[in-house]
């Protein structure tokens, strides 16, 4: 019984790789488009635009970040669709309990969070098998008060003086040497430009921050 679920295994995934490789060929998979992390770059979390969070930092998250992921790639789009499910990868490698995955669905393409392809929804949904699927409507997932915060969060937030200052201390230097260590200039050049736009000074981040926190404490006492 168990060569014969080997068997099963390798062909499932076998043939995953087939209609990938298919897909990649006809234009059925190709990498997220450009207008979408333009589109991202004005969002902002943690300090930084949400295209360096989607586009670079995946490598480092631990698995079973798809859920965040995906939650941020819907603020690149008006209408989109916030799903997940269980599929069939991951249930072959960890487990029926570790089987759910989310993504992000919009105009007939399936936006997955850990690949950064856009794939079509018909061939996706070939590919992964997806079962247990639950669909957010925008108006359903848009009403979260942290979705409303980080939207709604702009680069003013970020400057000199602006309520979400304090955000650079930690995430930027960190953001940073991550940014060095990947040996992709792109990702250098796209952090740097941002910090020139917030006016970003690392001593001076500190110092707004101590002052902060002595302001908060002479009024407790």
């Known amino acids: 019984m168990k060569i014969v679920d080997n068997l099963k295994k390798r062909l499932y995934f076998l043939r995953c790789e087939l209609l990938f490789s298919e897909g990649l060929r006809n234009g059925s998979i190709v990498p997220f488009e450009e207008d979408l992390y333009k589109r991202l770059n004005k969002v902002y979390f943690n300090g930084y635009p949400l295209s360096i969070q989607i586009r670079y930092l995946r490598p480092l998250v631990s698995p079973g970040q798809c ?12 209408d989109a669709f916030w799903v997940s499910g269980d599929i069939k990868t991951l249930e072959l490698n960890y487990g029926k309990k570790s089987a ?38 925008p ?19 970020l400057k000199p003086g602006g309520k979400d200052r304090c955000h650079l201390c930690v995430s ?31 001593k001076q981040v500190v110092d707004e921050l101590n002052t902060s926190i002595r302001n908060f404490t002479k009024k407790r006492t």
Request: aromatic content about 16%; glycine content about 2%.
């Open 139 to 157: 108006e359903q997932y848009k009403k979260d008060e942290w979705y409303q915060e980080v939207i709604n969060t702009t680069v003013d937030d």
């Open 172 to 202: 930027i230097p960190l953001v940073q040497n991550i940014a060095r260590m990947s040996g992709s200039q792109e990702f250098v050049d796209e952090l740097d430009e941002h910090l020139r736009l917030i006016k970003y000074d690392h």
């Open 100 to 137: 759910w995955h989310f993504w992000v669905e919009h105009d007939d393409w399936v936006y997955d969070p850990t690949l950064l392809y856009k794939i079509r929804k018909e061939l996706y949904y070939k590919m992964y098998i997806p079962k247990n699927v639950i669909v957010r409507r």
């Open 67 to 78: 859920e965040d992921r995906s939650w941020f790639i819907t603020m690149g789009f008006e």
